[in-house]
């Protein structure tokens, strides 16, 4: 009996490529959404975020428009090494040297529809660009409870909460000034339609150390939805990095960049609707990952989103199993747009 392959250790997700017909109006949509440009080099722009990595998104200028994969940064340079000799379609390991934070790069086939996958290691991280205020919120407090009776008390509480709230509206009014640009801060996940489910799970849960979060059956009880996050042990991750559904034709379906807060977010939001771009869906709050969420479809038609205040979880969280239905895909925000999923 042949032993099954040892998994692959992925660290975190990295960046994702797209090729453009038109370069310079993808560059337009990329400057509103928040993306900062970290270099050029002949046909490709790569744009990085305020946090560590050394770019988040590549666009290359091309004959159509396309999806050229998502990079995971792998645990080791062993892990790469063995991804090259064991992936299907894999290539021998090559430099990015061209890339910003340089490091070398493994591309393969992504399960049964052959989608482009790319490993990296060895990548030079920068410094985080930007601070923002990390602000309180002022939720229901007992300062103004029935049961305290102590006057003093009740003063105190209500002078810590007076000074909380004044010192969270001057943080507003002075960082974030008008609206514009929601700052990316990471790449957080991407998703695809494939058109064979279970090949697909087994392939990446089995090649990679990818555990399902989320696990979404039809009317049957088959499994056609995972959200799927990286077993990290006991370090928190986030609820998902990479998800995908079965459909009838393979495509990307969105790539998701964080930002810092709702604040940035919203006005993030009326920054785009303003410069004219399509809305796709949002604001909302979805119910697996409980991120709030806003998409925006890019000039070629392709899904960006901003998401913030995400699940975490480490590897003692069991999978969560749910039946597909609208309803479970937002708490709050407008009614899913019809084609969302297909």
Same mark, same amino acid.
């Given at each position: ?21 038109? !370069?310079?109006?993808?560059?337009? *949509? ?5 993306? $900062? =440009? ?16 050394? *770019? &988040? ?15 995971? &940064?792998?645990?080791? =340079? ?27 790069? &493994?591309? @393969? ?14 990548? +030079? ?11 309180? @919120? ?55 339609? &494939?058109?064979? *489910? ?17 696990? $979404? ?6 499994? $056609? ?10 370090? !928190? ?8 559904? =079965? ?9 998701? @960049? ?5 604040? !940035? ?38 899904? @960006?989103?901003?998401? $913030? ?26 009614? !899913?747009? +019809?084609?969302?999923?297909?």
């Amino acid at each position: 009996m042949t032993a099954p392959p040892r998994k692959i250790n992925l660290v975190r997700i990295a960046h994702i490529n797209y090729t453009y017909q038109n !370069l310079e109006r993808a560059e337009a *949509f990329f400057r509103d959404f928040g993306f $900062v =440009e970290a270099s050029r080099e002949g046909t490709r722009v790569y744009y990085r975020g305020y946090g560590p990595e050394p *770019f &988040v998104l590549c666009a290359e200028a091309g004959a159509k428009d396309g999806f050229g994969g998502a990079a995971f &940064v792998v645990e080791s =340079e062993e892990d790469l090494e063995y991804a090259s000799k064991t992936l299907p379609g894999a290539s021998e390991p090559y430099e990015l040297s061209k890339a910003p934070g340089g490091g070398r790069c &493994v591309t @393969f086939e992504g399960g049964v529809d052959k989608f482009p996958f790319h490993l990296v290691s060895g990548q +030079e991280i920068r410094e985080k660009a930007t601070v923002f205020p990390e602000r309180d @919120f002022n939720f229901m407090s007992d300062y103004n409870d029935s049961r305290l009776r102590s006057t003093e008390r009740r003063a105190h509480f209500s002078g810590l909460i007076k000074v909380s709230r004044d010192l969270n509206v001057f943080l507003v009014k002075s960082t974030y000034k008008s609206i514009g640009p929601a700052p990316v801060h990471k790449l957080g996940h991407f998703g695809a339609c &494939v058109t064979d *489910f279970q090949q697909t799970y087994d392939f990446f849960t089995t090649r990679f150390n990818f555990i399902p979060s989320d696990l $979404v059956h039809d009317e049957t009880g088959r499994n $056609v939805t995972v959200f799927l996050r990286l077993d990290r042990g006991e370090e !928190l991750v986030d609820h998902h990095s990479f998800f995908f559904f =079965e459909g009838p034709k393979f495509h990307v379906h969105h790539a998701s @960049f964080e930002t810092h807060d709702s604040d !940035l977010q919203f006005l993030g939001h009326d920054w785009l609707r303003e410069r004219g771009y399509e809305n796709c869906w949002g604001v909302g709050r979805h119910v697996m990952g409980s991120q709030i969420f806003d998409y925006w479809f890019d000039p070629s038609k392709f899904i @960006f989103e901003h998401y $913030v205040d995400g699940d975490q979880m480490n590897s003692s969280h069991p999978p969560n199993h749910s039946k597909a239905s609208p309803d479970s895909l937002h708490i709050w925000g407008p009614d !899913l747009p +019809e084609g969302f999923l297909l």
